[in-house]
């Protein structure tokens, strides 16, 4: 492939995974990439553009986070993964120095409906920008993620619609297995990168099963669950995770794309899973949404008006020890940008806490009562001021 990014000298080394501890099905491990350590179970901020929006990314850091998600499909519209390379690649383009994972762009480029035509080749896809001309295949896929540099490369699929008839989820499952394997050709031999696969087969046990022997088959540094999270509902969700996770390798990651709520994260972890991403608490940071051991707060509900206490009193990230409800509450009301950023870092880093508390958990060998005060709590809700 043509100019590789991150024109600075990386040190070969293997990418490793080792679990430390186990609690039941659940797993506390370490990934050690030559950019760093990433402590697993995992929550990874998502970067679309370059930037999580409204942190920096040392604030980001601040929080807990040992990686970011990046978004192909967005990058390589603007500004391009060729000028990213030629300015030196992701990581010094964004002023992040730690690992980055790239998704393949598949989940952006299926969502365009009217904007695309599938074949075996690959994608084509009108930009929702300039309505300019592209085609995503497996190989253009892999160029666009090693010029930006990712540390963790996904290999290119189509995410499977929900619903999905049995016939059109098989057919959807055995497209991305053949695009797994020219994803593994077209990535090639990188020491220090790794290439994730990902499991297909909707909610069908035997489709999963097929799937993960492919994948398995093939040869991937860390394993993803695809078509969950896209509107089948957490109950439908669990159900598949009793038994996906299973059919992956037991010395691999295992990533769930694009999840989630904290209780999805929680129950999930329980079934096996080690890494997550999703834009919920960036994007619930811009429109006045909180995330607290008590569940959502929305901040622009006229009773944090004249509330003096924090957010959440045991928090100590800067929108916590530093300001009122009342003040989240005037500064969101008046779409003051200092409210984004501030409920963005909050949200952030209760999802770092909760990461770090499911991690001692599992250590400790108590997730289940972790997971029961977990439950409890939200079920309690927000308390409110006293009158």
């Not at 519209?77 to 300015?87: F, T």
């Not at 189509?158 to 797994?180: G, H, I, N, Q, Y």
Request: net charge neutral.
């Amino acid at each position: 492939m043509q100019h590789e990014a991150g024109h600075e000298a990386r040190a070969p080394a293997r990418f490793r995974f080792e679990i430390t501890a186990r609690d039941e099905r659940a797993r506390q491990g370490v990934i050690t990439t030559p950019r760093g350590r990433i402590r697993t179970p995992a929550f990874m901020p998502v970067g679309t553009a370059a930037t999580v929006k409204a942190m920096l990314p040392e604030s980001v850091r601040a929080t807990g986070a040992d990686i970011l998600l990046g978004n192909t499909y967005h990058l390589m519209l603007r500004p391009s993964a060729e000028r990213i390379a030629d300015l030196g690649g992701l990581h010094r383009f964004m002023n992040w120095e730690r690992p980055i994972l790239t998704d393949s762009g598949g989940f952006q480029v299926m969502s365009l409906a009217a904007l695309r035509k599938l074949s075996e080749e690959g994608v084509r896809f009108a930009s929702h920008i300039d309505g300019s001309r592209h085609m995503l295949s497996p190989e253009r896929s892999m160029e666009i993620q090693c010029l930006l540099g990712s540390d963790i490369v996904m290999a290119f699929d189509e995410c499977t619609p929900w619903p999905a008839e049995e016939m059109v989820a098989r057919a959807s499952m055995e497209l991305s297995m053949r695009w797994a394997e020219r994803s593994r050709a077209a990535f090639g031999d990188r020491p220090g990168y790794a290439l994730f696969g990902i499991q297909q087969g909707s909610v069908y046990h035997d489709q999963r099963a097929e799937s993960a022997a492919r994948l398995r088959e093939i040869g991937f540094d860390g394993y993803a669950l695809g078509g969950l999270a896209v509107g089948e509902g957490q109950a439908v969700m669990f159900d598949v995770l009793d038994y996906a996770p299973g059919q992956l390798p037991e010395d691999k990651p295992r990533y769930l794309m694009g999840v989630g709520k904290p209780d999805d994260i929680v129950g999930a972890v329980q079934r096996g899973v080690d890494m997550f991403d999703c834009v919920l608490p960036s994007r619930s940071g811009r429109t006045g949404q909180g995330w607290t051991a008590r569940g959502p707060v929305n901040l622009r509900n006229a009773r944090h008006r004249d509330d003096p206490r924090p957010l959440e009193e045991d928090c100590d990230c800067p929108a916590c020890r530093g300001y009122s409800r009342a003040y989240l509450h005037h500064v969101i009301r008046a779409d003051e940008i200092i409210g984004s950023m501030l409920l963005t870092w909050h949200n952030l880093a209760y999802y770092q806490q909760l990461m770090q508390g499911l991690r001692d958990a599992i250590g400790a060998g108590t997730l289940e009562s972790f997971a029961a005060r977990f439950h409890a709590r939200r079920a309690e809700g927000d308390i409110p001021p006293v009158s």
